[in-house]
């Protein structure tokens, strides 16, 4: 199976910036697209980003709301997503995922990834 961590969620201030990583261990995530999901307190999860390569080169997919504000990104098993100009509206748990093995643009279907991590919350508040 696929062992999913991810790290750097906390309390920040609105404008602030955050780096979340999402450290892969066990099958290889090479050819699986990444995504990066939350959710709010009585809200469905959503896709904030995802990643995954066409032939050699990447593609990525972002929900409205984060457009211009996160960057998902990859190195090698890791993932991050660097968020900058929080908004109160960010706050929620912030989930990775892998996908099936695939070559082409990412989903943004919950139900298309297989592997989940537990979650790092993120607040924004002032």
């Known amino acids: 199976q696929v062992k999913l961590i991810e790290a750097g969620g906390g309390v920040v201030q609105p404008g602030d910036s955050l780096r979340l990583s999402c450290a892969a261990s066990?099958?290889?995530?090479?050819?699986?697209?990444m995504g990066w999901f939350r959710q709010a307190p009585g809200k469905e999860r959503e896709l904030v980003a995802a990643?995954?390569?066409?032939?050699?080169?990447?593609m990525t997919v972002y929900a409205d709301s984060v457009k211009g504000r996160f960057t998902i990104s990859r190195d090698k098993n890791t993932v991050y997503l660097q968020a900058i100009s929080l908004k109160p509206e960010d706050t929620a748990v912030y989930y990775c995922?892998?996908?099936?093995?695939?070559?082409?643009?990412?989903?943004?279907?919950?139900?298309?990834?297989?592997?989940w991590g537990q979650g790092t919350q993120v607040t924004v508040s002032s």
């Open positions: 066990g099958r290889t995530v090479s050819h699986r697209p």
């Open positions: 990643i995954a390569w066409s032939g050699s080169e990447e």
């Open positions: 995922a892998a996908g099936a093995p695939m070559l082409g643009t990412p989903s943004k279907r919950t139900s298309n990834y297989v592997y």
